[in-house]
Protein backbone atom coordinates (compact mmCIF):
# COMPACT_ATOMS: atom_id res chain seq x y z
CA UNK A 1 0.00 0.00 0.00
CA UNK A 2 1.29 3.76 -1.16
CA UNK A 3 0.08 7.20 -1.47
CA UNK A 4 1.60 10.59 -2.27
CA UNK A 5 1.60 12.24 1.02
CA UNK A 6 2.16 16.43 1.30
CA UNK A 7 4.21 16.40 4.92
CA UNK A 8 4.22 19.83 6.38
CA UNK A 9 7.00 20.52 8.94
CA UNK A 10 8.72 23.68 10.00
CA UNK A 11 12.08 22.12 9.74
CA UNK A 12 15.11 21.66 6.87
CA UNK A 13 14.00 17.54 7.44
CA UNK A 14 18.11 17.53 8.02
CA UNK A 15 19.44 18.86 11.22
CA UNK A 16 17.57 22.12 12.53
CA UNK A 17 15.83 22.76 14.61
CA UNK A 18 16.38 20.18 16.95
CA UNK A 19 14.37 18.01 18.74
CA UNK A 20 11.03 15.33 18.83
CA UNK A 21 9.76 16.77 15.76
CA UNK A 22 12.85 17.04 13.30
CA UNK A 23 13.45 12.62 14.49
CA UNK A 24 9.94 12.08 13.53
CA UNK A 25 10.44 13.80 10.60
CA UNK A 26 13.69 12.37 9.78
CA UNK A 27 12.37 8.59 10.53
CA UNK A 28 9.30 9.50 8.78
CA UNK A 29 11.76 10.56 5.31
CA UNK A 30 13.57 7.06 6.37
CA UNK A 31 10.30 5.29 5.89
CA UNK A 32 8.41 7.00 3.07
CA UNK A 33 10.95 8.47 0.65
CA UNK A 34 9.92 10.14 -1.85
CA UNK A 35 6.52 9.33 -1.28
CA UNK A 36 6.59 12.31 0.95
CA UNK A 37 6.05 15.56 -1.23
CA UNK A 38 7.40 18.23 1.69
CA UNK A 39 6.59 21.68 3.26
CA UNK A 40 9.56 22.91 5.22
CA UNK A 41 12.22 25.52 6.02
CA UNK A 42 15.66 25.93 5.00
CA UNK A 43 19.10 26.70 5.99
CA UNK A 44 20.39 26.33 2.50
CA UNK A 45 21.26 29.38 0.44
CA UNK A 46 20.78 28.08 -2.68
CA UNK A 47 17.66 27.10 -2.34
CA UNK A 48 14.63 28.76 -3.58
CA UNK A 49 11.92 30.23 -1.35
CA UNK A 50 8.15 30.46 -2.06
CA UNK A 51 7.98 27.55 -4.99
CA UNK A 52 8.31 23.99 -5.61
CA UNK A 53 11.49 22.50 -6.46
CA UNK A 54 13.74 19.15 -6.48
CA UNK A 55 15.54 18.45 -3.50
CA UNK A 56 17.96 16.27 -2.36
CA UNK A 57 18.15 14.33 1.03
CA UNK A 58 20.54 11.87 2.20
CA UNK A 59 20.44 10.67 -1.61
CA UNK A 60 16.52 10.80 -2.32
CA UNK A 61 15.11 13.30 -5.05
CA UNK A 62 11.69 14.96 -2.79
CA UNK A 63 9.78 17.57 -4.21
CA UNK A 64 10.37 20.26 -1.86
CA UNK A 65 8.34 23.32 -0.75
CA UNK A 66 10.31 25.81 1.35
CA UNK A 67 8.28 28.25 3.22
CA UNK A 68 11.32 30.28 4.62
CA UNK A 69 14.75 30.47 5.21
CA UNK A 70 16.40 30.55 8.33
CA UNK A 71 19.44 30.85 9.98
CA UNK A 72 20.88 27.79 12.52
CA UNK A 73 20.53 29.32 16.17
CA UNK A 74 20.05 27.68 19.46
CA UNK A 75 19.24 30.80 21.28
CA UNK A 76 15.55 31.63 22.37
CA UNK A 77 13.75 33.67 19.50
CA UNK A 78 12.47 37.13 20.11
CA UNK A 79 9.45 36.02 17.99
CA UNK A 80 7.88 32.42 19.08
CA UNK A 81 8.87 29.77 16.55
CA UNK A 82 5.34 28.60 16.98
CA UNK A 83 3.93 31.84 15.86
CA UNK A 84 6.50 32.72 13.41
CA UNK A 85 5.55 29.28 11.60
CA UNK A 86 2.44 29.90 11.42
CA UNK A 87 3.06 33.30 9.24
CA UNK A 88 5.07 31.53 7.27
CA UNK A 89 3.11 28.88 6.25
CA UNK A 90 0.08 31.00 5.70
CA UNK A 91 1.46 33.61 3.78
CA UNK A 92 2.56 30.37 1.28
CA UNK A 93 -0.51 28.23 1.36
CA UNK A 94 -2.27 28.84 -2.23
CA UNK A 95 1.31 28.27 -3.99
CA UNK A 96 1.61 24.94 -1.36
CA UNK A 97 -1.79 23.96 -2.75
CA UNK A 98 -1.46 24.98 -6.06
CA UNK A 99 0.21 21.28 -6.14
CA UNK A 100 -2.79 18.76 -5.91
CA UNK A 101 -1.38 15.64 -6.62
CA UNK A 102 -0.93 14.36 -3.24
CA UNK A 103 -3.85 11.42 -1.55
CA UNK A 104 -2.80 12.85 2.00
CA UNK A 105 -1.95 16.02 3.74
CA UNK A 106 0.35 15.05 7.13
CA UNK A 107 1.07 17.58 10.22
CA UNK A 108 2.20 17.52 13.26
CA UNK A 109 2.02 20.83 15.11
CA UNK A 110 -0.71 23.04 15.94
CA UNK A 111 0.74 26.10 14.33
CA UNK A 112 0.56 24.29 10.93
CA UNK A 113 -2.96 23.12 11.50
CA UNK A 114 -4.14 26.62 11.96
CA UNK A 115 -2.22 27.44 9.02
CA UNK A 116 -3.46 25.37 6.20
CA UNK A 117 -7.02 24.25 7.58
CA UNK A 118 -9.07 25.85 5.14
CA UNK A 119 -6.94 24.91 1.97
CA UNK A 120 -7.18 21.12 3.06
CA UNK A 121 -9.50 19.10 0.89
CA UNK A 122 -7.91 15.51 1.11
CA UNK A 123 -7.62 13.50 4.16
CA UNK A 124 -5.62 15.57 6.65
CA UNK A 125 -3.59 12.91 9.11
CA UNK A 126 -2.28 14.90 12.78
CA UNK A 127 0.44 12.99 13.64
CA UNK A 128 0.90 14.43 17.28
CA UNK A 129 4.25 13.65 18.90
CA UNK A 130 2.64 15.03 22.40
CA UNK A 131 -0.54 15.80 23.15
CA UNK A 132 -0.32 18.08 25.81
CA UNK A 133 -1.46 21.60 25.66
CA UNK A 134 1.89 22.62 24.33
CA UNK A 135 1.27 26.21 26.13
CA UNK A 136 1.32 24.43 29.02
CA UNK A 137 5.24 24.60 29.04
CA UNK A 138 5.83 26.97 26.84
CA UNK A 139 9.36 28.74 27.59
CA UNK A 140 7.66 32.16 27.21
CA UNK A 141 5.87 32.98 30.32
CA UNK A 142 3.12 35.10 28.40
CA UNK A 143 2.44 31.97 26.21
CA UNK A 144 1.49 29.82 29.69
CA UNK A 145 -1.38 33.02 30.05
CA UNK A 146 -3.25 31.76 27.07
CA UNK A 147 -3.04 27.70 27.67
CA UNK A 148 -6.71 27.84 28.37
CA UNK A 149 -7.68 29.46 24.93
CA UNK A 150 -5.08 27.21 23.60
CA UNK A 151 -7.78 24.14 23.99
CA UNK A 152 -10.79 25.94 22.67
CA UNK A 153 -8.79 26.90 19.29
CA UNK A 154 -7.05 23.91 18.84
CA UNK A 155 -10.14 21.53 19.24
CA UNK A 156 -12.40 23.58 17.01
CA UNK A 157 -9.86 23.35 14.12
CA UNK A 158 -10.11 20.00 13.94
CA UNK A 159 -13.11 18.65 11.91
CA UNK A 160 -14.75 15.22 12.20
CA UNK A 161 -12.69 13.67 9.54
CA UNK A 162 -9.63 14.60 10.54
CA UNK A 163 -7.72 11.72 11.78
CA UNK A 164 -5.67 11.93 15.03
CA UNK A 165 -2.49 10.08 15.67
CA UNK A 166 -0.75 9.62 19.33
CA UNK A 167 2.23 9.70 20.46
CA UNK A 168 0.95 8.82 24.00
CA UNK A 169 0.42 6.13 26.14
CA UNK A 170 -3.25 5.11 27.01
CA UNK A 171 -3.86 7.08 29.97
CA UNK A 172 -2.25 10.56 28.37
CA UNK A 173 -4.79 9.79 25.26
CA UNK A 174 -7.95 9.44 27.84
CA UNK A 175 -7.10 12.28 29.22
CA UNK A 176 -6.56 13.96 26.07
CA UNK A 177 -9.97 13.20 24.95
CA UNK A 178 -11.16 14.15 28.29
CA UNK A 179 -10.14 17.45 27.76
CA UNK A 180 -11.60 17.91 24.15
CA UNK A 181 -15.16 18.17 25.79
CA UNK A 182 -16.82 15.64 22.98
CA UNK A 183 -15.28 17.77 19.90
CA UNK A 184 -13.05 14.10 19.47
CA UNK A 185 -13.95 11.06 19.99
CA UNK A 186 -12.53 7.45 20.69
CA UNK A 187 -12.47 6.26 17.06
CA UNK A 188 -10.80 9.51 15.80
CA UNK A 189 -7.46 9.13 18.44
CA UNK A 190 -4.73 5.93 17.45
CA UNK A 191 -2.13 5.55 19.65
CA UNK A 192 1.15 5.76 17.04
CA UNK A 193 4.35 5.67 18.69
CA UNK A 194 7.13 7.17 17.75
CA UNK A 195 10.07 5.06 15.92
CA UNK A 196 13.96 4.80 15.69
CA UNK A 197 16.12 4.05 13.48
CA UNK A 198 17.92 0.54 14.02
CA UNK A 199 20.44 1.71 12.05
CA UNK A 200 21.74 3.73 14.65
CA UNK A 201 19.89 2.96 17.73
CA UNK A 202 21.11 -0.69 18.52
CA UNK A 203 23.03 -2.77 21.39
CA UNK A 204 27.15 -2.39 20.16
CA UNK A 205 30.07 -3.04 21.97
CA UNK A 206 30.39 -0.52 25.17
CA UNK A 207 34.36 -0.90 25.04
CA UNK A 208 34.52 -0.36 21.19
CA UNK A 209 32.12 2.66 21.52
CA UNK A 210 33.91 4.17 24.27
CA UNK A 211 37.09 3.82 22.88
CA UNK A 212 35.82 5.82 19.48
CA UNK A 213 34.35 8.58 21.63
CA UNK A 214 37.86 8.58 23.62
CA UNK A 215 35.95 7.97 27.07
CA UNK A 216 37.85 6.33 29.82
CA UNK A 217 37.15 2.24 30.33
CA UNK A 218 36.83 2.59 33.94
CA UNK A 219 34.00 5.49 34.19
CA UNK A 220 30.66 5.27 35.05
CA UNK A 221 28.97 6.58 32.44
CA UNK A 222 25.68 8.19 32.74
CA UNK A 223 23.96 10.31 29.45
CA UNK A 224 20.80 12.53 29.19
CA UNK A 225 19.12 13.04 25.58
CA UNK A 226 17.24 16.15 25.13
CA UNK A 227 16.29 19.69 24.86
CA UNK A 228 18.20 22.03 27.72
CA UNK A 229 14.72 23.47 29.08
CA UNK A 230 13.36 23.48 32.13
CA UNK A 231 10.50 20.67 31.50
CA UNK A 232 13.18 17.94 30.62
CA UNK A 233 14.45 18.39 34.47
CA UNK A 234 17.76 19.30 34.19
CA UNK A 235 18.14 20.62 37.60
CA UNK A 236 16.62 17.35 39.39
CA UNK A 237 18.82 15.00 37.41
CA UNK A 238 21.89 17.10 38.10
CA UNK A 239 20.64 17.20 41.97
CA UNK A 240 20.09 12.94 41.76
CA UNK A 241 23.56 12.57 40.22
CA UNK A 242 25.51 14.50 42.70
CA UNK A 243 23.72 12.07 45.50
CA UNK A 244 24.78 9.18 43.38
CA UNK A 245 28.33 10.89 43.42
CA UNK A 246 28.41 10.17 46.69
CA UNK A 247 28.21 6.11 46.45
CA UNK A 248 30.05 6.01 42.51
CA UNK A 249 32.48 8.91 42.27
CA UNK A 250 34.35 7.90 39.59
CA UNK A 251 31.02 8.86 37.16
CA UNK A 252 30.41 11.62 34.55
CA UNK A 253 27.33 12.45 33.52
CA UNK A 254 26.92 13.58 29.72
CA UNK A 255 24.17 15.94 28.57
CA UNK A 256 23.62 15.79 24.88
CA UNK A 257 21.20 18.15 23.10
CA UNK A 258 20.97 22.01 23.23
CA UNK A 259 18.81 24.69 23.88
CA UNK A 260 17.82 27.85 25.35
CA UNK A 261 19.05 26.58 29.41
CA UNK A 262 22.92 26.12 28.46
CA UNK A 263 23.66 29.37 29.99
CA UNK A 264 21.65 28.58 33.42
CA UNK A 265 23.07 24.62 33.04
CA UNK A 266 26.26 25.19 33.34
CA UNK A 267 25.90 28.30 35.91
CA UNK A 268 24.00 25.17 38.25
CA UNK A 269 27.32 23.03 37.19
CA UNK A 270 29.80 25.57 38.31
CA UNK A 271 27.44 26.56 41.60
CA UNK A 272 27.48 22.86 42.66
CA UNK A 273 31.47 22.30 42.22
CA UNK A 274 30.66 19.80 39.43
CA UNK A 275 32.74 20.85 36.14
CA UNK A 276 34.78 17.38 36.17
CA UNK A 277 31.93 15.05 36.34
CA UNK A 278 29.25 16.78 34.11
CA UNK A 279 29.68 17.42 30.36
CA UNK A 280 27.11 19.25 28.02
CA UNK A 281 28.45 18.02 24.58
CA UNK A 282 25.64 19.46 22.52
CA UNK A 283 23.62 18.15 19.82
CA UNK A 284 24.76 14.84 18.25
CA UNK A 285 23.70 13.25 14.69
CA UNK A 286 22.44 9.60 14.79
CA UNK A 287 25.48 8.16 14.57
CA UNK A 288 27.28 9.61 16.86
CA UNK A 289 24.21 9.81 19.50
CA UNK A 290 23.99 6.22 19.11
CA UNK A 291 27.31 5.87 19.86
CA UNK A 292 26.94 7.12 22.91
CA UNK A 293 23.98 5.31 24.14
CA UNK A 294 25.93 2.36 23.30
CA UNK A 295 29.38 3.56 25.63
CA UNK A 296 26.94 4.72 29.03
CA UNK A 297 25.67 2.43 32.33
CA UNK A 298 22.77 4.30 32.50
CA UNK A 299 20.14 6.83 30.96
CA UNK A 300 18.09 9.24 32.51
CA UNK A 301 15.17 11.40 32.25
CA UNK A 302 13.95 14.07 34.60
CA UNK A 303 11.35 15.35 32.45
CA UNK A 304 7.86 16.43 33.94
CA UNK A 305 5.82 15.69 30.70
CA UNK A 306 6.83 14.14 27.36
CA UNK A 307 4.66 12.30 24.64
CA UNK A 308 6.17 8.75 23.45
CA UNK A 309 9.94 9.75 24.36
CA UNK A 310 11.94 9.21 21.22
CA UNK A 311 14.99 9.72 23.60
CA UNK A 312 13.88 6.91 25.98
CA UNK A 313 13.31 4.41 23.00
CA UNK A 314 16.53 4.88 21.36
CA UNK A 315 18.51 4.35 24.80
CA UNK A 316 16.44 1.42 24.97
CA UNK A 317 17.23 0.19 21.86
CA UNK A 318 20.73 0.52 22.74
CA UNK A 319 20.67 -1.90 25.69
CA UNK A 320 20.85 1.06 27.92
CA UNK A 321 19.24 0.65 32.07
CA UNK A 322 16.70 3.79 32.29
CA UNK A 323 15.79 5.45 35.08
CA UNK A 324 13.07 8.32 34.39
CA UNK A 325 10.62 9.91 36.26
CA UNK A 326 6.85 9.13 35.50
CA UNK A 327 6.13 10.55 32.19
CA UNK A 328 3.57 9.46 29.57
CA UNK A 329 5.46 6.21 27.71
CA UNK A 330 8.01 5.57 30.49
CA UNK A 331 5.76 2.20 31.82
CA UNK A 332 5.17 1.58 28.39
CA UNK A 333 9.08 1.50 27.86
CA UNK A 334 10.81 0.86 31.15
CA UNK A 335 10.16 -2.21 32.91
CA UNK A 336 11.16 -1.85 36.65
CA UNK A 337 13.77 -3.88 38.09
CA UNK A 338 13.88 -5.24 34.46
CA UNK A 339 15.70 -2.22 31.92
CA UNK A 340 15.20 0.00 34.73
CA UNK A 341 12.85 2.08 37.00
CA UNK A 342 10.06 4.33 36.83
CA UNK A 343 10.43 7.02 39.80
CA UNK A 344 6.81 8.43 40.43
CA UNK A 345 8.08 11.14 42.84
CA UNK A 346 10.15 14.08 42.33
CA UNK A 347 12.60 12.90 45.25
CA UNK A 348 15.98 13.99 44.15
CA UNK A 349 17.29 10.68 46.85
CA UNK A 350 14.82 8.29 45.60
CA UNK A 351 15.82 9.10 41.95
CA UNK A 352 19.61 8.47 43.05
CA UNK A 353 18.70 5.35 45.02
CA UNK A 354 16.89 3.73 41.69
CA UNK A 355 20.03 5.16 39.62
CA UNK A 356 22.38 3.02 42.14
CA UNK A 357 19.99 -0.43 41.76
CA UNK A 358 20.05 0.50 38.19
CA UNK A 359 23.38 -0.10 37.47
CA UNK A 360 23.16 -4.12 38.72
CA UNK A 361 20.41 -4.64 36.81
CA UNK A 362 21.02 -8.12 34.77
CA UNK A 363 21.81 -7.68 31.55
CA UNK A 364 19.71 -10.61 30.03
CA UNK A 365 16.85 -8.19 31.13
CA UNK A 366 17.41 -5.26 29.18
CA UNK A 367 18.69 -7.08 25.95
CA UNK A 368 14.95 -8.53 26.17
CA UNK A 369 13.58 -4.96 26.38
CA UNK A 370 15.92 -3.81 23.85
CA UNK A 371 14.37 -6.64 21.38
CA UNK A 372 10.68 -6.06 22.31
CA UNK A 373 11.20 -2.66 21.10
CA UNK A 374 12.38 -3.92 17.65
CA UNK A 375 8.44 -3.12 16.83
CA UNK A 376 9.58 0.52 16.31
CA UNK A 377 11.84 0.77 14.18
CA UNK A 378 11.78 2.60 10.94
CA UNK A 379 11.63 -0.72 9.03
CA UNK A 380 8.04 -1.04 10.10
CA UNK A 381 6.88 2.41 10.29
CA UNK A 382 5.18 2.70 6.93
CA UNK A 383 2.99 -0.31 7.23
CA UNK A 384 2.32 0.40 10.97
CA UNK A 385 0.89 3.93 9.46
CA UNK A 386 -1.32 2.39 6.64
CA UNK A 387 -2.44 -0.39 9.10
CA UNK A 388 -3.16 2.60 12.28
CA UNK A 389 -4.87 5.24 9.76
CA UNK A 390 -6.80 2.45 7.54
CA UNK A 391 -7.77 0.70 10.97
CA UNK A 392 -6.39 -2.62 10.08
CA UNK A 393 -4.50 -5.61 10.47
CA UNK A 394 -1.53 -7.08 9.51
CA UNK A 395 -3.77 -9.95 7.12
CA UNK A 396 -6.21 -7.35 5.59
CA UNK A 397 -4.42 -4.55 5.31
CA UNK A 398 -4.18 -3.99 1.46
Known amino acids: MSSNILFIEICNFIDYPTGGHLSFAKN ?151 RSRGKVTDERVRQFPNSFNEKYFKIRDKYNSRSELNIEPGLNVL ?84 GWSTSLVEAVACGVPCVVTDFSSANDLVENSINGFVVVERNDELFANKMLEAMNLPQSGVEQKAQEIKKFSISNLKNLFYKTIYNCDENNCQ
Open 28 to 178: TLSAFGNDLYLVGSTTDESDPVGAWFQKEIDGVLYNYFAVKKVKKESKKPFIPARLSSFFWVKRKCKKIFSRTDFDIVLVQTPEVLFAVRKFVSKPLIIEMPGIENPLSISRYKVGKLFSGLYDKVFFRYIKKDDLLLAAADSKAIKSFIE
Open 223 to 306: ITVGRLNWFKGWKFMIDSFEKFLIHKPNSIFVFIGDGEDEAGIRAYICERNLEQKIDLVGRKEFYELGMYLSAADLFIMGSYKE
